[in-house]
């Protein structure tokens, strides 16, 4: 069964920082892109942060989308089948349920793989 398991949301100030892990099971870790999106209420989903596999297609190349850039870091250890977001300078529009997704090899291959998500709250 795939399982991806989002940790790490909570409430930060304004400036604060933030570490979110997805933690995978089920498929194989190293030949996927896996992608950070958020929600925030009232919004539709958005793409955050993506890395690429490093097998084939994939590169291990990481993105962003322009309101993370320069703030947050993707990364992942696939000898923990894990991804990583690091989060610096949130500020309130950082605010949703951010959720990691798996897909093919690289970042634009669709995602078809989703989970639950985990709360990312951040107070002015």
């Known amino acids: 069964e795939v399982q991806l398991v989002e940790s790490g949301g909570g409430l930060v100030q304004a400036g604060g920082s933030l570490r979110l892990s997805c933690a995978t099971s089920?498929?194989?870790?190293?030949?996927?892109?896996i992608g950070w999106f958020r929600q925030a209420p009232g919004k539709e989903r958005e793409g955050v942060s993506c890395?690429?596999?490093?097998?084939?297609?994939?590169?291990?190349?990481?993105y962003y989308a322009d309101s993370v850039k320069g703030r947050f870091t993707i990364s992942r250890d696939n000898a923990k089948n894990t991804v990583y977001l690091q989060m610096n300078s949130l500020n309130p529009e950082d605010t949703g349920v951010y959720t990691c997704?798996?897909?093919?090899?690289?970042?634009?291959?669709?995602?078809?793989?989703w989970g639950q998500g985990t709360q990312v709250t951040v107070s002015s």
């Open positions: 997704a798996a897909g093919g090899y690289s970042c634009g291959a669709n995602f078809d793989s």
């Open positions: 089920g498929f194989t870790f190293d030949d996927r892109a």
């Open positions: 890395i690429n596999s490093g097998f084939n297609e994939g590169d291990g190349r990481t």
